[in-house]
Structures are given as structure tokens and as C-alpha cells.
């Protein structure tokens, strides 16, 4: 019996299709961005791809998913970490808060949540360390925030000024590698 691709499996049971509005829905096949409102977009299915591959989450892992949006990579984190994890995600938009956690609860995922942001505050430090954190927006530099909120021998993706960064925290020791340039809304 062949090895079941754990990412593969996240992306057959949870369609970008049901995190989508309604006027969009028949472009979610498309590989490339999707407007869900608010100068927000829905990620280019390849992209989310890379980035929950280099995340390398695992069966039980923390995880913090930064700039959730519609919900999608909130409900593909939750399946990767199964019921035994736990996935916040945190979003700024309060409309977008209403329609990602739509979208999640109808994935029947209780071990996952979408949340309202802190307005100036980055991450969720009360709730660290988190084992994974994704970040689906664009920082400048990478943010020391979130990097201070991941446990010992924790993963970080996020996208710094055009190039996407894994992060790797071993103690005290921060290790970053860059993953080709890609293009994502501002972190705010």
C-alpha cells in the first residue's frame, strides 16, 4: 500500500471551493490568487502548497496560522495536525472573522478556531510557543514577534520582502533559508 501524502490529503478534503464567495466559486480551480473582499485574497493553490510542505507539520503539532482570511489554510492546518493539535488562526478583517469561521466550522474540525486579531499585536504570544506558525501575508523583515512565539525546534513560513522564508528555531539558535519569490498582501 502506498504512503498517503498527508498534504495532498489536506487539499482533497477541504476544496478551496467552500472558502470562497460566492462570486468567485467557479474560479476555484484557477492556480493564482482569488479576491474574498477587503484587499484580501484567497492564496494561489500551488503556493499554499509549498508553504504547508516546508511548514512540515506533524499529527498533534500547535499551530498559529497568521493572516487566516477565509478559513482555508486554518482547516488544511487542522487536518494536517489532526485531532490531537490545535490550529488558531488569527485574522484583522472583522468580516472576514465571520466569513473564514463559517467556513471552518462547516469542517467539523472542533480542534481548530479562526479568530479576531489584535490590532498592533502580532501573533498570539499569551497562547506560545506554537510548534508551526504560517504566515500568509508579507513582512518586511522577518517579524522577531512571531519568532519569539515558536517553540524550541520550531517552524515558521512566511513571506519577507518577495522571498519565502523558513524559519527554524533550535534553542536560542535562529536559522532562515529562502524559497523563491512570491507575492503576498502586506502583514499588518
Known sequence: ????????????????????????????AY??????????????????EAMLRLLDVRPGDRVLDV???????TALLA???GPGGRVVGLELEPDLVVFGSGNLARTDQPWASLEQATPGRLGDPDRAPYDRILVS??????????????????RMVVPVA?????????GEQVVET???????????
Open 137 to 154: 501575508a508579507e513582512a518586511r523583515t522577518t517579524p522577531r514577534a512571531l519568532v519569539d512565539q515558536l517553540a524550541d525546534g520550531g
Open 162 to 170: 518577495g522571498e519565502l522564508l523558513l524559519v527554524v528555531r533550535e
Open 67 to 73: 493572516g487566516a482570511g477565509s478559513g482555508w489554510t
Open 178 to 188: 529562502g524559497h523563491g519569490g512570491y507575492r503576498f498582501v502586506p502583514l499588518r
Open 79 to 81: 487536518h494536517l495536525t
Open 1 to 28: 500500500m502506498a504512503d498517503v501524502d498527508p498534504v495532498a490529503a489536506a487539499f482533497a478534503a477541504h476544496p478551496r471551493e467552500g472558502f470562497l464567495p460566492e462570486k468567485v466559486r467557479s474560479r476555484a
Open 31 to 48: 492556480d493564482g490568487p482569488l479576491d474574498i473582499g477587503h484587499g484580501q485574497t484567497n492564496s494561489q493553490p500551488r503556493t499554499v
